[in-house]
C-alpha cells in the first residue's frame, strides 16, 4: 500500500479530472487518489469511475449529495485517508493550478526531511503566480500579509492549498471543530498546526491559474477569510488551551 494519498475536491472539473490522474499516476513515487466530488451536474464523478479499472487499488472516491464547501470535503477525504491507514496526506486542486510534479518535492520535504507539514508556498520567494490579473495577485499576496502579521504565524502563503500532512497533523487537530470552508479554511488548518508547534516547511512552488473551467472564488470566500482570521486570534487569544477542540461559535 502506498504511504501517501492526494485528496482532490471536484466540483465541474471534467475538463481537468482525467488529465490530472493520468499525470499523477505517471510520477516516479506512487500516490494514491481520493476524489472527493460534490454531486457534478458536470458527469465529473462518471468520468473518475471509468477510470477505476485503469487504477486498480490506486484511485479512490468519496461522492457528497451536495456542494456544501471546500473545507467540509478536505475534511470528509482526511478522516478517509486517516481510516484507511495512510502515512501522509495531501490537499490538491484538480485544475492544474498545482503542479502535480511538485507534488515528490512536498513528500520529501515530509518523509526526508521529517518536516510534519510542508505547504506548496507562492510566496516564500517572491510572487511565483502565472495567469493571474495583478488585482488578484495583489489581493491574494495582501492577504497572506495580513494573515501573517494578525496571527503571529512564519509562513509567507498562509491562504496556500497545496499541501502534504504527516498523519500526526491531521489526527492532532479536532477536524470535527473545523468551522471554515473557504479560504479561511486554509488558514484555520495552519494555524491549529501552528499553535501546536508541528515543524512546518514552506516549498517554492509556480501558480498557474487554471486554462479549463470556471472558477470557485467568491466574494464570500474572502470575505470569510478576512473576519475569520479574527475571531481564531481572539478565540486562541482567550482560550488558547482549549483551541483545538472547540469551534468559533
Same mark, same amino acid.
Given at each position: 500500500?502506498?504511504? &501517501?494519498? /492526494? /485528496? /482532490?475536491?471536484?466540483?465541474?472539473?471534467?475538463?481537468?479530472?482525467? !488529465?490530472?490522474?493520468?499525470?499523477?499516476?505517471?510520477?516516479?513515487?506512487?500516490?494514491?487518489?481520493?476524489?472527493? #466530488?460534490?454531486?457534478?451536474?458536470?458527469?465529473?464523478?462518471?468520468? /473518475?469511475?471509468?477510470?477505476?479499472?485503469?487504477?486498480?487499488? +490506486?484511485?479512490?472516491?468519496?461522492? !457528497?449529495?451536495?456542494?456544501?464547501?471546500?473545507?467540509?470535503?478536505?475534511? &470528509?477525504?482526511?478522516? $478517509?485517508?486517516?481510516?484507511?491507514?495512510? #502515512?501522509?496526506?495531501?490537499? @490538491?486542486? &484538480?485544475?492544474?493550478?498545482?503542479?502535480?510534479?511538485?507534488?515528490?518535492?512536498?513528500?520529501?520535504?515530509?518523509?526526508?526531511?521529517?518536516?510534519?507539514?510542508?505547504?506548496?508556498?507562492?510566496?516564500?520567494?517572491?510572487?511565483?503566480?502565472?495567469? $493571474?490579473? *495583478?488585482?488578484?495577485?495583489?489581493?491574494? $499576496?495582501?492577504?497572506?500579509?495580513?494573515?501573517?502579521?494578525? *496571527?503571529? *504565524?512564519?509562513?509567507?502563503?498562509?491562504?496556500?492549498?497545496?499541501?502534504?500532512?504527516? !498523519?500526526?497533523?491531521?489526527? =492532532?487537530?479536532?477536524?470535527?471543530?473545523?468551522?471554515?470552508?473557504?479560504?479561511?479554511?486554509?488558514?484555520?488548518?495552519?494555524?491549529?498546526?501552528?499553535?501546536? =508547534?508541528? =515543524?512546518?516547511?514552506?516549498?517554492?512552488?509556480?501558480?498557474?491559474?487554471?486554462?479549463?473551467?470556471?472558477?470557485?472564488?467568491?466574494?464570500?470566500?474572502?470575505?470569510?477569510?478576512?473576519?475569520?482570521?479574527?475571531? @481564531? +486570534?481572539?478565540?486562541?487569544?482567550?482560550?488558547?488551551?482549549?483551541?483545538?477542540?472547540?469551534?468559533?461559535?
Amino acid at each position: 500500500m502506498s504511504k &501517501a494519498v /492526494v /485528496v /482532490v475536491p471536484t466540483y465541474n472539473e471534467i475538463e481537468n479530472i482525467e !488529465r490530472l490522474l493520468r499525470t499523477i499516476f505517471s510520477l516516479q513515487r506512487e500516490f494514491h487518489v481520493l476524489v472527493v #466530488d460534490d454531486n457534478s451536474p458536470d458527469g465529473t464523478a462518471q468520468a /473518475v469511475e471509468a477510470n477505476f479499472n485503469n487504477y486498480p487499488d +490506486k484511485l479512490f472516491m468519496l461522492q !457528497r449529495a451536495e456542494k456544501t464547501g471546500l473545507g467540509s470535503a478536505y475534511i &470528509a477525504g482526511f478522516k $478517509w485517508a486517516l481510516d484507511k491507514g495512510y #502515512d501522509y496526506v495531501f490537499e @490538491m486542486d &484538480a485544475d492544474f493550478s498545482h503542479n502535480p510534479n511538485d507534488l515528490i518535492r512536498l513528500f520529501n520535504a515530509c518523509y526526508k526531511e521529517d518536516n510534519d507539514m510542508a505547504i506548496g508556498s507562492r510566496y516564500v520567494k517572491g510572487v511565483n503566480v502565472v495567469n $493571474w490579473p *495583478m488585482s488578484r495577485v495583489l489581493l491574494s $499576496w495582501l492577504a497572506s500579509k495580513y494573515v501573517r502579521f494578525v *496571527m503571529g *504565524m512564519d509562513i509567507y502563503d498562509t491562504t496556500a492549498g497545496f499541501i502534504c500532512y504527516k !498523519r500526526s497533523v491531521l489526527q =492532532k487537530i479536532n477536524l470535527d471543530k473545523i468551522r471554515f470552508v473557504g479560504y479561511a479554511f486554509q488558514i484555520e488548518m495552519k494555524f491549529k498546526a501552528h499553535i501546536s =508547534k508541528f =515543524k512546518i516547511k514552506e516549498v517554492p512552488v509556480i501558480f498557474t491559474d487554471r486554462t479549463k473551467g470556471e472558477s470557485k472564488m467568491s466574494s464570500g470566500i474572502i470575505s470569510e477569510a478576512i473576519f475569520g482570521v479574527i475571531a @481564531m +486570534k481572539l478565540k486562541s487569544v482567550f482560550n488558547r488551551k482549549k483551541f483545538n477542540e472547540t469551534s468559533f461559535h
